[in-house]
């Protein structure tokens, strides 16, 4: 595990090393190159803001007005008849949504159950095997000016669902 | 996105209204608004790092051979990708990074890959997403990073007795998740072809 940690650490400088030093040996002016690059950063970001703006807005207010906690309780009736500890539907809801409220509710789950319950290895897994989709979704597409996205969106929304009964499904066998 | 945006406001207007928490709901604006300034601040800073960097790997030449040599790994997916397109290369470091957990690499070669691709659409078509775009999109939503090394961290630090245990199930989690992601989307698009 801890080989693997430093493996993945070492991953980008080991991959920068090798591009300077292939551009290099092509004789390429690396820092004009770099430099000619970089500059579409800008552009890109001018892009994106307006759809990370407008994500962050329905994602933020759907949590401030209680639409997620009403949400939360409506779930809740299904926590006793699959037997699946409450608090993980939090999880299982704001992961989509928010990457670092998610990571939040998790701290509390783990303080709150312990770090060894069922409902924090559930959702240690929903997190760790789910993606912030709406976030992604809004970065990949306003990166490249998509407007049309035929039927992306139902795709995303149906896997994030299966990821999240398989992370459950999974955890419950295992365990 | 239309309609999800739609709904998700909506419903947070009506709860809003319900549980008269107005308040709350003006200063989520303000907030969204400051914390989408502060991410796209972020990203500034390593999109463009990116960006050049890969940029070095194309004037060098690199990113054709690379592409060459990854295209095995991911053809069977990608099929309409010509050979040694520098979107195979973006592609599979987006994919390697994830795997990895280099989210400070992952979301900028993310964006280059959508370049890439969106360099294949035709010009009557920048509006409109490719099949290769959905899929790579996919792939990405379903997340499939094997090690969560933050959560593993965050199970220690509170005195958990095996915080690895979660490992192997997120493994496997993350897997299925994936595999049936890639398999809803194919069976949309045979659903779409029949009906259209």
């Known amino acids: 595990m801890d080989l693997l940690n430093y493996f993945s650490q070492a991953l980008i400088p080991v991959f920068i090393l090798f591009t300077v030093a292939y551009g290099l040996f092509k004789k390429v002016r690396l820092y004009d190159s770099f430099v000619s690059g970089a500059k579409d950063g800008i552009d890109v970001i001018i892009k994106i803001f307006p759809y990370i703006l407008a994500i962050f807005l329905a994602i933020k207010t759907f949590q401030a007005s209680g639409a997620y906690d009403s949400m939360k309780a409506m779930l809740a009736w299904l926590s006793p008849i699959f037997n699946i500890p409450v608090d993980v539907f939090s999880i299982a809801i704001i992961k989509p949504l928010s990457g670092s409220a998610a990571l939040g509710i998790f701290t509390d789950i783990v303080k709150t159950t312990g770090p060894d319950s069922m409902a924090s290895r559930i959702s240690a897994v929903i997190i760790g095997s789910a993606e912030t989709t709406f976030y992604v979704l809004a970065v990949y597409l306003g990166a490249v000016g998509i407007k049309k996205t035929k039927y992306l969106v139902p795709v995303c929304l149906i896997a994030d669902i299966f990821g999240i009964i398989t992370a459950i499904a999974v955890v419950k066998l295992i365990f | ?196």
Do not use: C
């Not at chain 2, 030449?61 to 099929?79: A, D, E, M, N, V």
């Not at chain 2, 990074?97 to 890959?113: D, E, M, S, V, Y």
């Not at chain 2, 009557?124 to 959560?151: A, G, H, R, W, Y």
């Open chain 2, 1 to 196: 996105m239309n309609i999800i945006w739609f709904l998700l406001i909506a419903v947070s207007v009506a709860f809003s209204v319900i549980n008269g928490r107005f308040d709350d709901f003006t200063k989520a604006m303000f907030e969204a608004s400051k914390s989408a300034v502060e991410v796209s601040i972020y990203l500034l800073g390593i999109v463009s790092l990116w960006l050049g960097l890969t940029k070095i790997l194309e004037d060098s030449g690199l990113i054709y051979k690379l592409s060459h040599f990854f295209k095995p790994l991911i053809s069977r997916l990608f099929k309409n990708i010509p050979d040694d397109h520098p979107s195979i290369t973006s592609i599979t470091l987006n994919l390697l990074a994830n795997i990895f957990g280099l989210g400070n690499a992952a979301t900028p070669l993310g964006i280059r890959a959508m370049k890439d691709l969106q360099s294949l659409n035709p010009p009557e078509e920048k509006d409109n997403i490719s099949f290769e775009m959905m899929l790579f999109i996919v792939i990405n939503t379903s997340s499939i990073q094997l090690i969560p090394f933050t959560v593993i961290g965050l199970l220690a630090n509170y005195g958990s007795q095996a915080p690895s245990a979660i490992v192997l199930p997120t493994i496997v989690a993350t897997l299925i998740s994936t595999a049936v992601a890639i398999t809803v989307l194919f069976a949309f698009r045979k659903i779409s072809k029949w009906t259209s």
